[in-house]
C-alpha cells in the first residue's frame, strides 16, 4: 500500500471511529435518558395522608433549596440550568404557578412522557418521593418568569 493510500486509509478509520463516539455521546444524551438520583428531604415536614393535591411547600425556603439540588440531579439534563431551557425541553420557568400548574407537573413528573413510542421524559412515580417532587416544584415556582 503507497504511503497516500494508507494515509488516507487511517483518515478515513479516525472518521469513522469519531462518527461512531458521536452516535454513541448522542444516544448516552438523548432527552430523557436520566438514572434518578435519590433526593434528600431532611428538613421537609413529611406529608402523611396520600398525595397532595397542591404544592404544601410553596414559598417554603428549604424547600426550594432541596428542590433546586433534586433539580440539579435530576432535571438540568434536559431541562437546563437554573431551569432555562436551551430548546431540548420545556422551559419549566413558564409553568403556570399555583394548583393548576402543580396538577401538570405532577401528572409529568409521575408518568413522565412518551411520544410517538419514545420515551421523551421518564415517569419518577415509585422513584422520587413526593416530598422530592413537591421540593422541586417549589424551585421552579421559585424561578418563575410568567
Known amino acids: 500500500m503507497t504511503p497516500i493510500r494508507r494515509s488516507a486509509a487511517m ?15 448522542a444516544e448516552v444524551r ?6 434518578p438520583q435519590p433526593v ?10 396520600g398525595w397532595a393535591q397542591e404544592n404544601p ?12 439540588s433534586g433539580y440539579n440531579q435530576n432535571c438540568a439534563r434536559c431541562h437546563g440550568l437554573e431551569a432555562i431551557s436551551g430548546g431540548l425541553a420545556p422551559d419549566l420557568r413558564f409553568l403556570e404557578k399555583g394548583k393548576t400548574g402543580d396538577d401538570w407537573f405532577m401528572e409529568r413528573v409521575r408518568k413522565g412522557a412518551t411520544i ?3 420515551t421523551k421524559m421518564p415517569a419518577f412515580d415509585g422513584i422520587m418521593s ?4 413537591w421540593a422541586i416544584r417549589s424551585y421552579l415556582e421559585s424561578r418563575h418568569e410568567g
Open 116 to 118: 410517538n413510542g419514545v
Open 40 to 49: 434528600d428531604i431532611t428538613g421537609l415536614e413529611p406529608i402523611k395522608e
Open 130 to 133: 413526593q416530598e422530592a417532587m
Open 57 to 68: 411547600y410553596r414559598d417554603n425556603a428549604a424547600a426550594v433549596k432541596i428542590g433546586a
Open 30 to 35: 438523548a432527552h430523557g435518558d436520566v438514572t
Open 11 to 25: 483518515i478515513a478509520a479516525a472518521v469513522a471511529t469519531v462518527g461512531a463516539l458521536a452516535a454513541v455521546t
